[in-house]
């Protein structure tokens, strides 16, 4: 066997791909619980569904990407569940994309579901953040509202 340069980097190149494979974030039981409690949200409705909305509260804010996600392709009345849960996180992240939801979703009841929530989180006085928020995001929607009804 004769040597050539390249061999000399082998042992690096094989100790800087375990470092970089170890360092990856990996999937981890939480994010698997998190992705199973919003497919249920998506494809159930009644108990089930408010059990697992119960169980993503439990994850807080780090549930919020994967339920923005979801958003995308759940029916009608996941979208509606996907909402419960974001109520019942109740984190100001969620703000955002409960008034993205409600300013730009096709479904009234969906469109209705994110508006109300965002009311009612801007009315609490309890989380002072969130009701900020909350009412920066209702004053956006009225706004709108007014310049599409003036044409």
Same mark, same amino acid.
């Given at each position: 066997?004769?040597? *050539? =340069?390249s061999m000399r980097l082998r042992p690096f190149v094989g100790m800087v791909l375990v470092v970089c494979l170890s360092a990856a974030p990996a999937c981890n039981d939480n994010d698997d619980e998190?992705?199973?409690?919003? *497919? /249920?949200?998506?494809?159930? @409705?009644g108990a089930l569904a408010m059990a697992a909305a119960d169980?993503? *509260?439990r994850h807080g804010r780090r549930a919020i990407p994967t339920i923005e996600a979801a958003m995308h392709t759940a029916s009608g009345p996941g979208k509606k569940n996907?909402? /419960?849960?974001? +109520? $019942?996180?109740g984190d100001a992240e969620a703000v955002p994309l409960l008034a993205h939801i409600a300013e730009f979703e =096709?479904? =009234?009841?969906?469109?209705? @579901? !994110?508006e109300w929530t965002l009311? *009612?989180?801007?009315?609490?006085? $309890?989380?002072a953040? +969130?009701? !900020? $928020?909350?009412k920066a995001a209702v004053r956006h929607l009225e706004d709108a509202r007014g310049v599409q009804e003036a044409g």
């Open positions: 066997m004769q040597y *050539t =340069p998190i992705r199973h409690n919003v *497919t /249920l949200l998506c494809n159930h @409705e169980a993503l *509260t996907l909402i /419960l849960a974001l +109520r $019942k996180i =096709p479904s =009234p009841d969906v469109k209705r @579901e !994110a009311r *009612t989180w801007a009315a609490d006085g $309890k989380f953040a +969130r009701a !900020a $928020k909350a």
